[in-house]
């Protein structure tokens, strides 16, 4: 897929689920994490805890059972947002990580006191939070997005 096509088709997925998100994100200092697999069937997880620990991002699930780590890498910033590439994506489950190759996507993260707008939108992204999307090789799109619970320097 040529760069141009590639970013017009991430930038229509951040605008539609980033609005779903504006509206879905629970009220608590928690984030909300969508799994749509390439079949269209669309798995929830509420309440995920997110730590930030240098270049790396870490979704937990409510329960504990599942990991997502998320190591960023070819960071800029728009204004107060800074904009990361997702460099590797790991999941753990039941006991075993498992790499997952990723085809796309982009890590907007606004740690400052304020709300910004996300780039080149209108959506805007609250204080300590963070937004994940990215499409899998699999075809599998996976979107969160939440406040940040935990920040090691």
């Given at each position: 897929?040529?760069?141009?096509?590639?970013?017009?088709?991430?930038a229509?997925?951040?605008?539609?689920?980033?609005?779903?998100?504006?509206?879905?994100?629970?009220?608590?200092?928690?984030?909300?994490?969508?799994?749509?697999?390439?079949?269209?069937?669309?798995?929830?997880?509420?309440n995920?805890?997110?730590?930030?620990?240098?270049?790396?991002?870490?979704?937990?699930?409510?329960?504990?059972?599942?990991?997502?780590?998320?190591?960023?890498?070819?960071?800029?910033?728009?204004?107060?947002?800074?904009?990361?590439?997702?460099?590797?994506?790991?999941?753990?489950?039941?006991?075993?990580?498992?790499?997952?190759?990723?085809?796309?996507?982009?890590?907007?993260?606004?740690?400052?006191?304020?709300?910004?707008h996300?780039?080149?939108?209108?959506?805007?992204?609250?204080?300590?939070?963070?937004?994940?999307?990215?499409?899998?090789?699999?075809?599998?799109?996976?979107?969160s997005?939440?406040?940040?619970?935990?920040?090691?320097?």
């Open positions: 897929m040529k760069a141009k096509a590639r970013i017009g088709l991430a229509g997925c951040l605008a539609g689920w980033a609005a779903w998100l504006a509206t879905g994100s629970p009220a608590s200092a928690k984030g909300v994490t969508l799994i749509q697999e390439r079949n269209g069937t669309v798995k929830t997880y509420g995920v805890n997110i730590a930030l620990d240098r270049q790396t991002l870490t979704l937990r699930t409510a329960d504990g059972k599942g990991i997502l780590k998320i190591v960023t890498g070819a960071c800029s910033f728009d204004n107060s947002v800074q904009r990361c590439l997702p460099y590797s994506v790991t999941l753990t489950q039941n006991g075993k990580t498992h790499p997952i190759a990723i085809d796309y996507g982009s890590v907007f993260l606004n740690m400052t006191s304020a709300a910004h996300l780039p080149l939108s209108s959506d805007m992204l609250a204080p300590r939070t963070v937004l994940v999307l990215f499409k899998t090789a699999h075809g599998t799109y996976v979107t997005k939440g406040t940040v619970d935990e920040v090691k320097p």
